[in-house]
């Protein structure tokens, strides 16, 4: 403790600069309660994540203008994987963080591909920072006790190359249906960086 | 039909460039419509392909104002650059360090690495001992990327180049391929290098996070530094901070294992670059083991000299 003071007291001795370059977007930690939020879907309906409660949550950042995310779309990724857990009880919410985009923008996407989940507008991007989303997609799975169970990438296959890709939501999805841990809980996410109002 | 008349422009490009030959043939352009924000050239630093005399080949990136590509570890988002350069059977063919990289925001706190307006990328071209009938030979560049400015567009090229066989050969783009080396980092501890490293910090092997420092003694004073983490799709690399003393920069940062992934086995490469008073960026490619190593008793930390 005296000998980081003393380092401190001496900050001439320190020519140059030193900078701190934390990242401001942290998300909560896989264990976590995951934030509770509410937004508005693309019909002007609230969703309120503590109401879902007693169900697994999955939550997909979303911005229509981001190749990612329409590489995605166009395999229809998100919507077979929405599909085949929703009678498993699991709830899917597009979280939409992009600034210049708006209930229309969402309804009009959710209408091109018949999505079978609403896109909720956080245009402001609390949410998206409450989170940490970093880019879209960047996936959550909140489990049924409203803890974070899983946080990163939607499949291992950044450039859509690889042929076969590994589903890491729907891998913990499966793990968190059987009541076993989440394994890989944390992957790095990968995409277009979510384009925050400033 | 489009993957036609690529075939055909490239053809037609094969033509000029074995036309061209009887001068000298320098650089490659892009075959085909250019994509993406980007456009490709490749470049040889030898007019003539002489058996068994390895040689070098650039492909420059030539990026539209305000876009940007990535480094092989994009940061927050982003995708890594996909670079390749073919040569017929029997050459071998390796990529050089990839170019040094700038940083920048791509929102708040979402971290980006890459390149704007250009980045040269090298190869090294080793041909065989012997090129018996052949008389000239093909160099094709293939690149993907994803360019981003406010949106991002993925995007695709290629270029090629073709070199005439034979018993000597000049050099040639000189001034390319000196200022393209300036841009490439140099592995710490090669003689002549710019600074001596020390690093410090690993993970447990029970635990899932370390503090690590790299310390760089530069020969001479730097104005700034930068640096830049390589690829690490299982770790999180927080808490980061530079300290400049005079000729000495500390990095200082955290790696986490990721929840349910495993330690990587081989050593994070980091890209520590200083900024010399006249702008001139030098950049020090430095292997940190995450686990933990054994030291000599009098040694805190290792010193790669």
Redesign the interface.
Known sequence: MKTSFVKWIFPF??????????????SPA?GQPAPDFSLMDHHGRGVTLSALKGKIVVLEWINP????VQRHYQAETMKKLAESYRDKGVVWLAVNSTHYMNAENNRQWSEKYQLPYPILDDRDGKVG?MYGA??TPHMFIIDAKGLLAYT?AIDSD??G?AGQAISYVAQALDLLLANKG???????P???????A? | MHRLASLVLMAVAGWFASAAMNSITLAGQSVGAPSGHVRLEIFADVTAVVPGQPFSVGVRCRIDPDWHIYWKNPGEAGLATDLRVTAPPGFAVAAEAWPIPERFEQGPGIVGYGYTEEAVFLWRVTPPRTLRGVSRIRLIADGRWLACRKLCVPGQGQAALTLGVGTTSKPANGELFKAARRRLPVPAGEPGTAARVRVEGSIPVSGSAGRFMVELFWSKPMARMEWFPGPAPTLEITDEGVETEFRTNRIRFSARRLAGQPLPAAPLEILAVGVDPSGQRIGVAVEVRLIPQPIKPESKGRVLD
């Open positions: 001795l320190i020519i140059g600069s030193m900078a701190c370059l934390a990242a401001e977007a942290t896989v203008d981001c190749p990612f920072r970093r880019p990163g950044p450039s190359s989440v394994s890989p809980a944390e992957t790095k990968y995409g277009c960086s979510v384009k925050y400033k």
